[in-house]
């Protein structure tokens, strides 16, 4: 009788565990974008939130809480039940935070979330207000060395942030940080002439330089994009291994159930091959860019290892 009770509680158990798996979600799902609304990782978010809402039956919320470096967001999310309703767009900011705030974050980068796959990745282009006297990278360095130049970024410690102090240290110049709290203020006070230039993702900036309200000097990947494919690469125009991108990827609560994350990755593996969603995230100039949770894993590691580097060498500081 004992062995007969015992048996029966591991097939209920099992037959549970398969219930939850076949009918999650259940409910709506909370995707947090710790950016503003309408950029970048905002568009690309959307674009798969609906896919998603689409093929689950049930909405995928997107979230904007930007703020702090994308801490605000992140940590909404550490701090989640771990059941799988809730995960984080996180992109190189995650990757970033360990060592700009070392000591001060509110969670573990690594030990508290468990990674669902990558998502996307953005190249970022230089760009400049039209009434700057500079039509190509080289007369933008030569502006700068006159000095007065400063940049706009979407806050301290964010990829573009980054790419400016990269271009600043191997173009052996000094132009003045000009942050902003996400990129709508900084891309208008760019357009509007406020400031003269900036990093921005394509997503962003592509219909602005089409529209003639901005000029895209260079490109801050290290290859030319389909959009854009006359606009020449940093790294082309004399600073070989230049080299910055934005890329965007799921992560959920750490302890959030194998057959959840699994579920969820297969479906950001049917929505990144969909090809009316892969098409709507190439027109805004993202490349499509699917990982398995332990390839995506690795991935944060490596490159959270990789930006510690990169802030040092740099000499980025949150304060600035």
């Not at 549970?16 to 970048?40: C, H, I």
């Not at 509007?192 to 993702?201: A, E, L, R």
């Not at 959030?256 to 805004?284: C, F, G, H, S, Y």
Request: glycine share 8%.
């Amino acid at each position: 009788m004992m062995r007969f009770l015992a048996a029966l509680a591991c097939a209920l158990a099992v037959a549970t565990g398969v219930q939850a798996q076949s009918s999650y979600p259940d409910k709506p799902v909370r995707l947090v974008v710790p950016f503003p609304a309408g950029s970048g990782t905002d568009i690309i978010g959307r674009i798969l939130a609906q896919k998603m809402t689409e093929d689950f039956g049930q909405t995928v919320l997107v979230d904007n809480r930007p703020g702090a470096s994308t801490i605000v967001g992140t940590d909404i999310v550490a701090k989640s039940p771990p059941d799988g309703y809730a995960m984080v767009m996180a992109s190189n900011n995650h990757a970033m935070n360990p060592s700009l705030f070392a000591g001060k974050l509110p969670f573990d980068s690594i030990k508290d979330f468990a990674p669902v796959g990558q998502v996307a990745i953005l190249p970022f282009i230089l760009v400049v207000n039209p009434q700057v006297p500079a039509h190509s990278l080289a007369e933008l360095i030569a502006l700068a060395k006159r000095g007065g130049l400063t940049y706009a970024s979407t806050g301290n410690g964010t990829p573009p942030h980054v790419a400016a102090e990269m271009l600043k240290r191997v173009a052996k110049i000094e132009v003045t940080h000009v942050p902003y709290k996400g990129s709508a203020g900084a891309v208008q006070d760019v357009v509007s002439g406020q400031v003269p230039m900036m990093f921005i993702n394509v997503p962003s900036g592509l219909s602005l330089v089409k529209a003639g309200k901005l000029r895209a000097l260079a490109v801050g990947t290290s290859k030319r994009i389909a959009q854009m494919p006359d606009l020449p690469t940093v790294a082309e125009l004399g600073y070989p291994g230049f080299d910055v991108s934005l890329w965007m990827g799921l992560l959920m609560p750490a302890g959030t159930p194998a057959d959840v994350i699994d579920k969820m990755n297969k479906e950001l593996q049917r929505a990144l091959t969909d090809p009316a969603t892969r098409k709507k995230i190439e027109e805004q100039g993202a490349e499509p860019a699917y990982s398995t949770p332990a390839e995506f894993s690795t991935f944060v590691a490596d490159e959270t290892g990789r930006m510690g580097e990169l802030v040092k060498d740099v000499g980025l500081k949150v304060d600035q």
